[in-house]
């Protein structure tokens, strides 16, 4: 895989870039300043999939490698001080591909991580999940997989300190990609598995202050043949409560969801189907 890379790109590469921005009472919204901006990777091709402030007020980055590793992409695991200086960095994976999506500190110091892997487990790409200690050593890692493709897209610790990831799988039975919920224990033991719908895919997933979960996504539209933001609220056992979909007559998909103070719900979204042209930031309130 290496190789059929670098003969289509060449001698360019992919690097890590992580930027810090500030907001002076003095500039308008629309002119952030940037305090500093870094690099991360190697001689080949580095990737940054989530980011997130640390308890030290540092940066735990996920993505995935060509540049480090032992296989193929190896999933690449950054930390660095409030400044963006690097403390540590870390890869996981066997000899093929393994890449993260998600990552999330846990409330030992630790990180737990999400996404696929096609090292271990099937012959097709399963979940794979990834706990280490505070300074990236691996505890623990996981594969999940059903008959087909997995790939987990979403991570959160949950109050019992398990874990819910979210994410699509494939079913070549019914050719098509469905969400997928899967709630484990702080070990990593499946408690339950869920798969839901039709043609829709999760990106992002939280636990809600009833303990239940919501998760947001996108849905093939039978009506008009593109995307539309997919949300869906089950109870703390995986069940539906209820669902919606959202958007426009063009592509819409939801990327981020938060619960607001007032029992809502908050989704930024990607639109083609409003704005000034083209993509378009959206932000959708929803109530309880």
């Not at 500093?36 to 993505?63: H, L, P």
């Amino acid at each position: 895989m290496k190789s059929k890379l670098l003969r289509i790109f060449g001698d360019k590469y992919l690097t890590i870039l992580v930027l810090a921005l500030t907001l002076p009472m003095s500039v308008s919204a629309s002119e952030p300043v940037v305090e500093w901006q870094k690099t991360f990777g190697g001689s080949s091709w580095d990737e940054a999939y989530s980011v997130q402030q640390t308890s030290d007020g540092g940066y735990i980055i996920a993505g995935s490698t060509l540049s480090y590793g032992s296989g193929e992409w190896d999933v690449y695991l950054i930390k660095t001080d409030s400044d963006g200086n690097l403390e540590w960095q870390k890869t996981f994976g066997g000899p093929s591909c393994d890449i993260a999506y998600s990552v999330q500190q846990t409330n030992d110091g630790g990180y737990i991580i999400a996404g696929k892997t096609y090292s271990y487990g099937s012959i097709y790409s399963d979940v794979y999940l990834i706990k280490t200690d505070k300074n990236g050593n691996l505890q623990w890692q996981k594969t999940f997989d059903k008959p087909d493709w997995d790939e987990a897209i979403s991570v959160k610790q949950t109050s019992d300190s398990g874990y819910i990831i979210a994410g699509r799988t494939w079913e070549c039975e019914f050719d098509d990609w469905n969400v997928f919920l899967l709630k484990t224990d702080k070990n990593g033991n499946i408690k339950w598995w869920k798969t839901i719908g039709s043609w829709d895919v999760a990106i992002s997933a939280q636990q809600t202050s009833d303990d239940g979960y919501i998760i947001v996504g996108r849905t093939l539209s039978y009506w008009s043949d593109n995307w539309d933001v997919y949300v869906l609220k089950l109870d703390k056992n995986g069940n539906r409560e209820w669902w919606k979909t959202l958007g426009g007559s063009m592509w819409d998909e939801a990327r981020s969801v938060q619960q607001t103070n007032d029992g809502g719900y908050v989704i930024a979204r990607v639109t083609w189907s409003y704005g000034s042209g083209h993509s378009d930031v959206y932000l959708i309130k929803l109530s309880p």
